[in-house]
């Protein structure tokens, strides 16, 4: 799993695969696994998300991996390597956070937009239609949120931009400006567009979570919301998520 910068295939997105994660929440389902192996409807989720991904035209993908590291990379060569170019980003040594593991990661993105993609998340939206805003919206991040039932929301305003986060839970509220009036909640689907010049931006710690980092980025920097509303979006990493497969 040696890092080493590949060919970039001439008009090719490049994408990453988080799926590095314990997979606490889907326990006893993953004491013998990672939660990118566990299966929905007879298929693995990762193989759900690379086909998703392969669909809409990207041709090189980096997964990182931490938890039953091994068995991710065996699967990926046992396919192939879904006959596209697949690298590995390794988190043996520490789990880094969303955040941290992208960083890690960011010797592989190149200088185009790169895609991001949790492989416990499966839906309808269209990643291709999500490129092409990222490219047309000016933003340095574009981030798919949808309206739906959530324990902590984005904050976004009339004009589509990251403002803030609040946990519904206990009303606390984080905002990127004095802004206030106006600002829709919305919950963010675990799926985003970067602009390589973010890798500039990440902190100095090796680990850091990813929402606080957008806050910080957002208050110089604009960070677009993608809304999705009509596209189906499941997340897998719950087990009441399997009660109907």
């Known amino acids: 799993m040696r890092n080493r910068l590949p060919m970039l295939q001439s008009g090719k997105n490049r994408a990453m695969i988080l799926a590095a994660g314990l997979g606490t929440r889907l ?7 990672p939660k990118a192996l566990v299966e929905w409807r007879g298929v693995p989720l990762l193989d759900h998300v690379v086909r998703k991904l ?6 090189e993908i980096i997964i990182n991996v931490h938890h039953f590291a091994e068995m991710i990379v065996e699967h990926v060569e046992r396919k192939n390597r879904y006959g596209i170019l697949i690298e590995f980003s390794d988190e043996q040594e520490e789990l880094l956070d969303t955040g941290g593991g992208i960083a890690r990661a960011s010797w592989f993105f190149g200088n185009a937009p790169f895609l991001v993609h949790s492989v416990d998340v499966l839906s309808t939206i269209d990643l291709e239609k999500l490129v092409e ?11 798919a949120v949808k309206e739906r039932v959530t324990s902590r929301s984005l904050l976004m ?10 946990d519904n839970r206990t009303g606390e509220t984080i905002l990127v400006d004095r802004q206030q009036e106006g600002l829709m909640p919305v919950a963010f689907s675990a799926i985003q567009v970067m602009e390589p010049e973010i890798t500039g931006l990440f902190p100095e710690e090796k680990k850091f979570p990813l929402i606080p980092f957008y806050l910080e980025v957002a208050k110089s920097r604009p960070v677009f919301l993608y809304r999705h509303d009509a596209d189906e979006w499941t997340d897998m990493g719950k087990p009441e998520s399997y009660a109907n497969g």
């Open 27 to 33: 326990w006893p389902l993953t004491s013998d696994r």
């Open 54 to 59: 392969k669909d809409a035209g990207f041709r």
């Open 133 to 143: 805003v990222h490219r047309l919206n000016g933003a340095i991040a574009t981030l």
């Open 157 to 166: 305003d009339p004009g589509g931009l990251l403002k803030g986060w609040r």
